[in-house]
């Protein structure tokens, strides 16, 4: 939650495989190399990681089956009975209440929701989105905090001044409190192409919130690099320092970055949901398992279901990428210290 | 020393200065729903009345002065909410009962869990139980609070009726009932941060156990149990305690959103919650505020108690 990895100024540099398991090392294997190696032999981490492809694959799929075997679009709403196999068959109870799951691959396979919209299909559409909002989100933090953590780090000075201080500032709101105020902001008014409309705002939100918590360990780790021989022999030869910071510095941070992918990952996923669920993040009638989550809830307790397949999708979602992530730690650098943070309260 | 304690709290002053403008700016500028003036006067309100509103209240005024204005109503008391008419400081005042029982209940409780676990874990560790708790822990961190809470409401509450759905009772009415009421929210909150936290604390104990001191102790013929307790315990716990202090003050001021909303215990969180779908931006920007002031002295707090522990911060 919050500070967390200051203490990752300890990770080792890649081109040193620590090599605390005994491994016979064949010569001139590479650190990624034997990384992989380490990583296959995690039969748990592989297990999760490929079950966090299989629901990519999944929800990339969602339109053939809407298309070809469902049949029914994502909004597509229907009241009442739908027609299986000559027969009229009710979806939705008396009240409107949506009746559960009825495991018939070409009709509301996992039932329908509160207006008669089949969850399955709109489950695979929602992960879609949720991935999106995850993947971009990830970027965003990714990439801003590396490159605020490389800047403050390298230039030290007022530049690291500023950067402390805003991050400081970031990290004074909880997460979740910050990103329904400046998701409520951009829902109302929006900013440039970032509409409520798309998927791409709560994006921008989710990834801003979490740039501190890469920025930190960046800065501290590139403030540790920065007075190595090599980085030293780079500026006797003249190099200027973006490309000490691009070409030396970046590639010693890779293993760092590697690691916080899926952590970012992860917790962009878990924020999109709760932001969602409190009225700040994805609006009807997008998909996303977040919107599920928020329309499931509304009936509670009658359909439940209907909070139970998008909630456990998610946490399974999640929890894959978490499982991988961490394994994904202890084959790049076993003495790490970095640890997994949460994704709100 | 002194010196020391007087700079981290001037900083802190200058942060929370930084804060409300930042706040203020993303309300009151950027927010354009929040024209205070026609959600005071209501739908049906005439050119003239939102002109006498406007006066009334200050929006002609320059932006810097509605900024301090505003400041100055918040934190005297003096500020009510634009579209809902009530004071919010009272509002704030009724959700705290509800928000501190919540927060320092789970507090303790996940601080306790986390340690036992941790400790566990790390005992255990490459065994079944620490591979048991890792996966444990895993689901954890993964579970959105809100979806956790529905869980444990529709399952303990609903069908079964082992436990009461939701709602806050206050202790002074009912101790017994107060005590009921919380034990699904107080786990709810906790499970994700037993999960982080244990998994910290595993990390540093292992860490520590290789650690000079250590050895001594144990060649010293110490007890397995007061090496662990006197000796590896008593520095992993220091960076728990950090984390605790932090997510405390969060908890504290407002900052379980979630838990509080999805089991309606109408504490300072669900305020929050509730002034969004309003635009209730006073009250939002007061709990932001007070979020903020929490945080923000916990971090001071915690700097300087770990100055006072070793000298080599004081830089």
Known sequence: MTAFASELSSAPEPEEPLNDENEALPPGIGPYALAWRRLRRNKVAMFFGGLFLLVVVLCLLAPVYSHDLAHIGPATQNYGTVLVGGKQVPILSDHDIPIGPTWHLRHYFLGADDLGRDVAVRLLYGGRASLEIGLVGMLITMIFGTLCGVLAGYFRGWIDNLISRLNDIIWAYPAVLLGITIGTVLNVRGLGPFKSTTLMSTALVVGFVYIPYITRPVRAQVMMLREREFIDAARQQGMRPLRIMFSEILPNLSSTIIVFIPLMLANAIILEAALTYLGAGVKSPNASWGTMLQSGLQDFPAGFHNVLIPGLTLVITVMSVNIFGDGLRDALDPRSKVRGIGGGN | MSRFVVRRLLTMVLLLFAISAVTFLLFIVALPGGNPASLIAGRLATAAEIHLINVRYGFDKPIYIQYLKTMGNIFTGAAYSYSQGFNVLSQIKAGLPATLSLAFGAGFFWLFASIVLGTLAAIHSGKYLDRVLTVLSMV?????????????????????????????VPLTHNPAQWFWHLLAPWFTLSVLFIGFYSRVLRGSILDTVNEDYVRTARAKGLSERRVLV???????????????????????????????TVYNLHGVGQLAAQSIGNFDTVTLMSIVMLTALAVVIMNALIDIFYAVLDPRIRL
């Not at chain 2, 444990?152 to 759905?165: C, D, E, N, Q, S």
């Not at chain 2, 969060?250 to 900052?255: D, K, L, S, T």
């Open chain 2, 140 to 168: 954890g961190v993964s579970m959105p609070p809100f979806f956790l809470g529905a869980l444990l409401i529709y399952y303990i509450g609903y069908k079964t009726g082992i436990l009461p759905i939701g709602n806050y």
């Open chain 2, 230 to 260: 006197r000796h590896i315990l008593r520095t992993s716990l220091l960076p728990i305690i950090s984390l605790w202090g932090l997510d405390m003050a969060q908890v504290i001021g407002g900052g379980a959103i979630l838990t509080e």
